[in-house]
């Protein structure tokens, strides 16, 4: 019945909309609302001696400033540690409003309420801040050094340190195995921070209804629910007063999954206490030192093989930069160290992190969350090894690839989710096979001899990666079919651009079976729905997508059920086709959804003559049961919510060729190829949407963005200008390949997308790079004026 | 990022505009396509406070081509100059560069004479002006109209040789003698983007087409357009050479896109690239 | 100040200070928010709007000085009875946009680049959209919608 819809390229529900400015993005919505602005710390470590708000009062239009000294105390005290963990000793947040100590730039010192965002930033510009500047630590190695202090009561800067050990089968642990390996090597690997920046920031809108105490929020936000949760208990209000609905979101990559951030605490008070809605718009600027960055760390490499290449002990230590504050967790650090194993069996395993506090923009996960570092470690010691044994660099990932009849592999880790790392499915041998036909893998050195042969310089690359989706805990569904015939799908997670209203659409189309038009989706709007956890994660697809999935046949079963009542049948031989239920090889016998739907419901009042049939003397049933069976509910509706036992994981490889100019150290990729495997896909059109776009961050993490920051802790490139996200003049074409191996997790059969694009991007063309020039890529992003310096550093050695 | 508030004063004619200009003096700022000057606005990196909007000046918006050279008024769009075909024909190293300012959105709105005021030293029109010796007039209440040749004008990062009473009115880039040929080689780093550096070449044959002048003009490597003669280097066949007086006479910086070594290095591979091509057009011409 | 403009070919007004962008103009005197802003500094493209036709960053201007021209927006691109524009409709059929932020821009831009240029390559295509940024797609497919709104435009004229 799945057949039809699942599996097909439709076209999205959403377009329409969003192409003829019908989008409601958070900024569209609280026309005449007030409006927010913060005052930001211009130091990266300071003490505030004192805040003189009394500038800003002229200002024609202003209505509220408030400090840290006027928050009640719930709403003051440090935002919550989202995701604690025991390794995690020494977790800080920082209060909505600073506290006596500004510890990046860009935290919020006040806020100022006022009657449009010009004269709000107006009045900011009034107020002054006497700060005693501190002497800020920025770089990762001097703080876990012992620099300056981030946190007073956090000596030597280290927030977690996590050891995980996976000995050999045979129990010999990873320095063991690596002293007594044929060959070792070790290196040191780098990579810098960056940040996921959508093109709309964040925004916050709060209207507090007086006359029935209750506070609707709107949010541009990757988790509703979790907004909601943490309003109500911030503000003290009951739960059922709060309602918090994601709308049209302009881009998350990650950084909209924190929560609650300031402005979501700050904004909805300042709502109620002023009883006027009070809009925050966040604009670049605010966002590139507000909002989280990722990425940044430093790795240590200790690896140990034998002469086919095989991994027989590898050590990783790794410094992960957190910035000033851990609100999510260390998360990102222990995704980088349990999915750096990518699709090999590692004999042994060690792998160590600290997360270092620097007096910088926190770090919280962006879409790959750690594993574009952990890649980029795997796959620059897979090329390291290829080099020093002489090797083809696809012999050697083939000599440690998970081999399909491994099934399921257990990693002997522990995932993000605080459950065992064992990978449910995949083919990592063919879609080696794959990607190396989809380059041209073999034929490559007839391609390098004839560009040489032009005075061009050309090379290749490959990554593989696997990834973790579809965490848990849960999402739900509900499914509601109208006495209309129409079906209205709810889950609780959000939207920023998955096309979520499309595929859930197909799924519930198909299990229902009824026309796809008549399905509408509504995501995070904890109104519908008030179970959830949130957008992240490469989870909406496996999670929401199952959670609906089983909602459908919930509303199926029971539609079976009163229609083989009506038609006098026995359910099991009823189809359903198009919205109309039959008898199967009995053609007058059918009855359409919308029948069913209006029957389901017993009723009193007859609103419409289609309502009549439902009426109590219309239709009076059995006289001695109640009109609503025991267990039963009125209506054509059902609720379901899936829980999944373990992660699902979703598998690719990748492929580059670029071509650097030996004149001007320029890197121009030429060409792009990915195999992915993501199990069963939903909408093949969108799920390739994914990975260009996933393909385009990775370019951008590869080439062109780094945030640059200087040892004062000010961001020196915080702006469109200097921070380089690529344009379409920057991105190559892309070439896809799938690969569709089902998981055995969930009853669709899928594996999360969202994520994959980005992982390898940065192993693969450090690789190709690196095969162009003959120079060890040891560090990403790569400028020219890198490639040049690696040029001139190689020819000094020589 | 909302601009800060200011006053405003919006002339339709040059003599009011001149008066404004004037009146408002060191705390005015002249509003033209806005394309620099409105984000430091938004960033609140600039309050002026007052600011003379010339878009509604008549007789501004022009772009004359004639046998000397191209004018190009206050208020012509850079979007014009780079389309207008009498405008490549007398003076082609304009379109060159143009096509390499920003994206067309901003060449749309952006002037020319705005981007030689503003005179980021890493844009490509001050270099143009500068290879080109041309010149801007300046007018004001108290002085008149004057020229002043692109070496006067352009004193340092963000400065240029007018005063606060200053309106530019006018840009003259003057045509190429007989068998000339000229180029722009830049590299940045995303399309559009400020150049890391750029030369701009302007290379003169002789009838027996030996070589009668080189020059260029170097973007990004010092605090103004750096002109470098290298007809000696190049009249010797020697654009290696000719490269390495340029890179001698440049003064590149680190900067978070580019280190200076790098753009030392750069600038010698762009003057070989844009004396090469400029030498071949001038064959050609 | 009072400021007209032609917006979508209907003459609308609000009374606003010099320092009014035409981006907020347009989203918050205006009411039509279609018009995104992205960074408002000129980089990013998504409040591009067509200016008398021609495609500019309504974030880089002042209401005030565009005072008497026209002015269109994503809203008026459609057809008067509603039906989409070959650019939109090329955009929804090459799945030429994820979250559709900065949509409204890249559909401005592209609309004045097709009138310019009915046939553009590969690489004019995409240095017409160079200005204009995208998170979501990788530009893969809004570079597919651009040629296959060219094909649509020819078909239809």
């Given at each position: 019945?799945?057949?039809?819809?699942?599996?097909?390229?439709?076209?999205r529900?959403e377009?329409?909309?969003?192409?003829?400015?019908?989008?409601?993005?958070?900024?569209?919505?609280?026309?005449?609302?007030?409006?927010?602005a913060?005052v930001?710390?211009?130091?990266?470590?300071?003490?505030i001696?004192?805040?003189?708000?009394?500038?800003a009062?002229?200002?024609?239009?202003?209505?509220?400033?408030?400090?840290?000294?006027?928050l009640?105390p719930?709403?003051?005290?440090?935002?919550?540690?989202?995701?604690?963990?025991?390794?995690l000793?020494?977790?800080?947040?920082?209060?909505?409003?600073?506290k006596?100590?500004?510890?990046?730039?860009?935290e919020?010192?006040?806020?100022?309420?006022?009657h449009?965002?010009?004269?709000?930033?107006?009045a900011?510009?009034?107020?002054?801040?006497d700060?005693?500047?501190?002497e800020?630590v920025v770089?990762?190695e001097?703080?876990a050094e012992g620099?300056?202090?981030v946190?007073?009561?956090v000596?030597?800067?280290?927030a977690?340190h996590?050891?995980?050990?996976?000995?050999?089968?045979?129990?010999v642990?990873a320095?063991?195995?690596?002293?007594s390996?044929?060959?070792?090597l070790?290196?040191r690997?780098?990579?810098?921070?960056?940040?996921?920046m959508?093109?709309?920031g964040?925004?916050?809108?709060?209207?507090?209804?007086?006359?029935?105490?209750?506070l609707?929020?709107?949010?541009s936000?990757q988790?509703?629910?979790g907004?909601?949760m943490?309003?109500?208990?911030?503000?003290?209000?009951?739960?059922?007063?709060?309602?918090?609905?994601?709308p049209?979101?302009?881009?998350?990559f990650?950084?909209?999954?924190?929560h609650?951030?300031p402005?979501?605490?700050?904004?909805?008070?300042?709502?109620?206490?002023l009883?006027r809605?009070?809009?925050w718009?966040?604009?670049?600027r605010?966002?590139?030192?507000a909002?989280s960055?990722?990425?940044?760390q430093?790795?240590f490499?200790?690896?140990?093989?034998?002469?086919?290449?095989?991994?027989?002990?590898?050590?990783?230590?790794?410094?992960?930069?957190?910035?000033a504050?851990?609100?999510?967790?260390?998360i990102?650090?222990?995704?980088?160290?349990?999915?750096?194993?990518?699709?090999?069996?590692?004999?042994?395993?060690?792998?160590?992190?600290?997360?270092?506090?620097?007096?910088?923009?926190?770090v919280?996960?962006?879409?790959?969350?750690?594993?574009?570092q952990g890649?980029?470690?795997?796959?620059?010691t897979?090329?390291?090894?290829?080099?020093?044994?002489d090797?083809?660099?696809?012999?050697?990932?083939?000599?440690?690839?998970?081999q399909?009849?491994?099934?399921?592999y257990?990693?002997?880790?522990t995932f993000?989710?605080?459950r065992?790392?064992?990978?449910?499915s995949?083919?990592?041998?063919e879609?080696?096979r794959?990607?190396?036909?989809?380059?041209?893998w073999?034929?490559f050195?007839?391609?390098?001899?004839?560009?040489?042969a032009?005075?061009?310089?050309?090379?290749?690359g490959?990554?593989?990666?696997?990834?973790?989706?579809?965490?848990?805990p849960?999402?739900g569904g509900?499914?509601q079919?109208?006495?209309?015939?129409?079906?209205?799908?709810?889950?609780?997670?959000?939207?920023?651009g998955?096309g979520?209203?499309?595929?859930?659409?197909?799924?519930?189309?198909?299990?229902?079976?009824?026309?796809?038009?008549r399905?509408?989706?509504?995501?995070?709007?904890?109104r519908?729905?008030?179970y959830?956890?949130?957008t992240?994660?490469?989870?909406?697809a496996?999670v929401?997508g199952?959670?609906?999935?089983?909602?459908?046949?919930?509303?199926?079963e029971?539609?079976?059920?009163i229609?083989?009542?009506?038609l006098?049948?026995?359910?099991?031989?009823?189809?359903?086709?198009?919205?109309?239920?039959?008898?199967?090889?009995?053609?007058g016998?059918a009855?359409e959804?919308a029948?069913?739907?209006?029957?389901?419901?017993?009723?009193?009042?007859?609103f419409?003559?289609?309502?009549?049939r439902?009426?109590?003397?219309?239709?009076?049933?059995?006289p001695?049961?109640?009109?609503?069976?025991?267990g039963?509910?009125p209506?054509?509706?059902?609720?379901?919510?899936?829980?999944?036992?373990r992660?699902?994981?979703?598998?690719?490889?990748h492929a580059a060729?670029?071509?650097?100019?030996?004149d001007?150290?320029?890197?121009?990729?030429?060409?792009?190829?990915?195999?992915?495997?993501?199990?069963?896909?939903?909408?093949?059109?969108?799920?390739?949407?994914?990975?260009?776009?996933?393909?385009?961050?990775g370019v951008?993490?590869?080439?062109?963005?780094r945030?640059?920051?200087?040892?004062?802790?000010q961001?020196r490139n915080?702006s469109?200008?200097?921070?380089?996200m690529?344009?379409?003049?920057?991105?190559?074409?892309i070439?896809?390949?799938?690969?569709?191996?089902?998981?055995p997790?969930?009853?669709?059969g899928?594996?999360?997308?969202?994520?994959?694009?980005?992982?390898?991007?940065?192993?693969?063309?450090?690789?190709?790079?690196?095969?162009a020039?003959?120079i060890?890529?040891?560090?990403?992003?790569?400028?020219?004026?890198?490639?040049?310096r690696?040029?001139?550093e190689?020819?000094?050695?020589? | 990022?909302?601009?800060?508030?200011?006053?405003?004063?919006?002339?339709r004619?040059v003599?009011?505009?001149?008066?404004?200009?004037?009146?408002?003096?060191?705390?005015g700022?002249?509003?033209?396509?806005g394309?620099?000057?409105?984000?430091?606005?938004?960033?609140?990196?600039?309050?002026?406070g007052?600011?003379v909007?010339?878009?509604r000046?008549?007789?501004?918006?022009?772009?004359?081509a004639?046998?000397?050279?191209?004018?190009?008024?206050?208020?012509?769009r850079?979007?014009r100059?780079?389309?207008?075909?009498?405008?490549?024909a007398?003076q082609?190293?304009?379109?060159q560069?143009?096509?390499?300012?920003a994206?067309?959105?901003?060449?749309?709105?952006?002037?020319?004479?705005?981007?030689l005021?503003?005179?980021d030293?890493?844009a490509?029109?001050?270099?143009?002006?500068?290879?080109?010796?041309?010149?801007?007039?300046?007018a004001?209440?108290?002085d008149?109209e004057?020229?002043?040749?692109?070496?006067?004008?352009?004193?340092?990062?963000l400065e240029?040789?007018?005063?606060?009473d200053?309106?530019?009115?006018s840009?003259?880039?003057?045509?190429?003698?007989?068998?000339?040929?000229?180029a722009?080689h830049?590299?940045?780093r995303?399309?559009?983007?400020?150049?890391?550096?750029g030369?701009?070449?302007?290379?003169?044959?002789?009838?027996?087409?030996?070589?009668?002048?080189a020059?260029?003009a170097?973007?990004?490597?010092?605090?103004?357009?750096?002109?470098?003669?290298?007809?000696?280097?190049?009249?010797?066949?020697?654009?290696?050479?000719?490269a390495h007086?340029?890179?001698?006479?440049i003064?590149?910086?680190?900067?978070?896109?580019?280190?200076?070594?790098?753009?030392?290095?750069?600038?010698?591979v762009?003057?070989?690239?844009?004396l090469?091509e400029?030498?071949?057009?001038?064959?050609?011409? | 100040?009072?400021?007209?403009?032609?917006?979508n070919g209907v003459?609308?007004?609000?009374s606003?200070?010099?320092?009014?962008?035409?981006?907020?103009?347009?989203?918050?005197?205006l009411?039509?928010?279609?018009?995104?802003?992205?960074?408002?500094?000129?980089?990013?493209?998504?409040?591009t709007?067509?200016?008398?036709g021609?495609?500019?960053?309504?974030c880089?201007?002042?209401?005030?000085?565009?005072?008497?021209?026209?002015?269109?927006?994503?809203?008026?691109?459609?057809r008067a009875?509603?039906?989409?524009?070959?650019?939109?409709?090329?955009f929804?059929?090459?799945?030429?946009l994820q979250?559709?932020f900065?949509?409204?821009?890249?559909?401005?831009?592209?609309?004045a680049?097709?009138?310019?240029?009915?046939?553009?390559?590969?690489?004019q295509?995409?240095e017409?959209?160079?200005?204009?940024?995208?998170r979501?797609?990788g530009y893969?497919?809004i570079?597919?919608?651009?040629?296959?709104?060219?094909?649509l435009?020819?078909?239809?004229?």
């Open positions: 019945m799945t057949a039809k819809l699942f599996g097909e390229p439709v076209g529900r377009d329409p909309r969003l192409l003829t400015g019908r989008g409601r993005y958070l900024d569209d919505l609280g026309s005449g609302a007030l409006a927010a913060f930001r710390s211009p130091h990266a470590h300071a003490r001696r004192d805040i003189d708000v009394s500038g009062l002229d200002i024609e239009g202003l209505v509220a400033v408030y400090t840290f000294e006027d009640p719930r709403v003051a005290e440090p935002l919550p540690l989202l995701i604690p963990h025991p390794a000793a020494h977790g800080r947040t920082a209060r909505p409003l600073a006596g100590v500004v510890r990046h730039v860009g919020p010192v006040a806020m100022v309420v006022a449009d965002r010009y004269l709000a930033e107006d900011c510009a009034l107020i002054r801040v700060y005693e500047p501190r800020p770089d990762v001097k703080a620099g300056p202090a946190h007073a009561d000596p030597g800067n280290v977690a996590l050891v995980q050990e996976v000995p050999s089968a045979a129990g642990p320095r063991q195995m690596i002293e390996a044929p060959y070792t070790a290196f690997l780098d990579i810098e921070r960056s940040a996921p959508p093109l709309e964040r925004g916050v809108l709060a209207r507090w209804d007086l006359d029935d105490r209750s609707r929020v709107y949010s936000t988790t509703s629910t907004v909601r943490a309003i109500a208990a911030r503000l003290g209000l009951p739960l059922p007063s709060v309602e918090v609905i994601a049209d979101v302009g881009g998350g990650g950084v909209k999954l924190v609650p951030w402005e979501e605490v700050l904004v909805p008070w300042a709502a109620m206490v009883g809605e009070v809009k718009a966040e604009d670049r605010e966002h590139f030192v909002s960055h990722e990425r940044g430093a790795q490499v200790r690896v140990g093989f034998d002469g086919e290449g095989r991994v027989l002990g590898l050590d990783v230590t790794l410094l992960h930069d957190h910035g504050y851990t609100p999510y967790g260390i990102v650090p222990i995704v980088t160290s349990t999915q750096l194993l990518g699709p090999y069996r590692i004999g042994a395993y060690r792998v160590e992190f600290s997360s270092v506090y620097t007096n910088t923009v926190q919280t996960p962006y879409r790959g969350a750690g594993r574009p890649v980029f470690c795997m796959e620059r897979m090329d390291r090894i290829a080099a020093y044994l090797l083809d660099r696809t012999a050697v990932r083939a000599a440690n690839l998970i399909p009849g491994e099934f399921p257990d990693q002997r880790m993000q989710d605080g065992p790392l064992i990978y449910d995949g083919d990592y041998p879609s080696l794959m990607i190396k036909e989809l380059i041209g073999d034929s050195a007839e391609f390098r001899a004839a560009a040489a032009d005075g061009r310089r050309v090379g290749i490959i990554g593989c990666y696997v990834e973790g989706t579809g965490v848990g849960y999402e509900h499914v079919v109208t006495s209309d015939g129409r079906v209205h799908v709810s889950t609780g997670l959000t939207s920023q998955q979520h209203e499309t595929v859930f659409a197909q799924i519930a189309a198909g299990e229902l079976g009824v026309p796809l038009d399905v509408s989706v509504v995501t995070g709007d904890t519908r729905l008030g959830a956890t949130g992240f994660a490469s989870r909406a496996v929401s199952s959670a609906i999935a089983l909602a459908c046949r919930k509303v199926r029971k539609a079976l059920r229609a083989a009542e009506a006098e049948a026995d359910p099991a031989d009823l189809v359903v086709e198009d919205g109309v239920i039959r008898v199967a090889g009995s053609p016998a009855i959804l029948t069913v739907a209006t029957l389901a419901n017993p009723l009193r009042y007859a419409d003559a289609e309502a009549a439902a009426t109590q003397f219309a239709a009076p049933g059995d001695d049961r109640p009109p609503i069976a025991e039963e509910e209506g054509l509706e059902g609720r379901a919510y899936y829980s999944p036992l992660s699902t994981f979703a598998s690719g490889m060729i670029v071509e650097t100019d030996p001007t150290a320029e890197i121009k990729i030429l060409r792009y190829a990915v195999v992915h495997d993501c199990g069963r896909l939903i909408n093949p059109m969108i799920v390739e949407g994914q990975i260009h776009g996933g393909v385009a961050q951008g993490g590869a080439l062109y963005e945030m640059a920051y200087d040892s004062h802790g961001l915080a469109f200008m200097d921070f380089l690529p344009y379409a003049t920057e991105i190559p074409h070439e896809t390949a799938h690969l569709e191996t089902p998981s997790l969930n009853p669709l899928v594996k999360g997308a969202g994520e994959a694009g980005v992982i390898p991007v940065a192993a693969v063309i450090a690789g190709a790079v690196e095969d020039e003959g060890v890529i040891d560090r990403m992003p790569l400028s020219p004026s890198d490639l040049f690696l040029r001139e190689a020819a000094r050695r020589r | 990022m909302k601009p800060p508030p200011f006053g405003y004063r919006a002339p004619e003599g009011q505009a001149l008066a404004d200009i004037a009146a408002v003096g060191e705390d700022k002249v509003l033209a396509g394309q620099s000057l409105i984000p430091l606005l938004n960033m609140r990196l600039a309050a002026p007052t600011v909007d010339i878009n000046v008549a007789g501004l918006d022009t772009l004359t004639g046998p000397d050279g191209v004018r190009v008024g206050a208020l012509t850079q979007a100059v780079e389309r207008s075909e009498e405008a490549a007398v082609p190293l304009l379109r560069a143009l096509r390499l300012v994206h067309p959105a901003i060449r749309n709105r952006g002037t020319v004479v705005g981007s005021v503003h005179a030293p890493a490509e029109l001050p270099a143009v002006l500068a290879v080109l010796d041309g010149s801007v007039r300046l004001s209440v108290a008149g004057r020229d002043v040749p692109a070496r006067e004008f352009f004193t340092g990062p240029v040789a007018a005063g606060p200053d309106l530019a009115v840009a003259f880039f003057p045509a190429l003698p007989p068998r000339t040929g000229t722009f830049e590299v940045s995303r399309h559009g983007d400020f150049a890391l550096a030369v701009a070449a302007v290379v003169t044959m002789r009838a027996d087409l030996g070589l009668e002048e020059r260029v170097c973007a990004g490597v010092g605090p103004v357009p750096i002109v470098v003669d290298v007809t000696a280097e190049a009249g010797a066949g020697d654009r290696a050479a000719a007086t340029v890179r001698e006479r003064e590149p910086e680190d900067d978070v896109h580019a280190g200076a070594a790098y753009r030392r290095h750069l600038i010698g762009l003057t070989e690239r844009a090469a400029a030498s071949r057009r001038a064959a050609d011409a | 100040m009072l400021v007209t403009l032609t917006v003459r609308r007004g609000a606003v200070p010099p320092r009014r962008l035409l981006s907020d103009f347009l989203r918050h005197d009411a039509l928010t279609g018009t995104h802003v992205g960074c408002e500094h000129g980089v990013c493209g998504c409040c709007v067509l200016l008398d021609e495609p500019v960053r309504s880089l201007t002042f209401a005030v000085t565009v005072d008497g021209r026209e002015v269109t927006t994503v809203e008026g691109l459609a009875d509603g039906e989409m524009s070959p650019v939109q409709r090329a929804a059929e090459c799945h030429a979250c559709g900065c949509t409204p821009g890249f559909l401005c831009a592209v609309t680049l097709l009138r310019d240029d009915p046939a553009p390559s590969e690489r295509v995409r017409g959209i160079s200005g204009n940024l995208c979501c797609t893969q497919n570079v597919k919608a651009v040629h296959r709104a060219a094909d435009i020819a078909e239809e004229s």
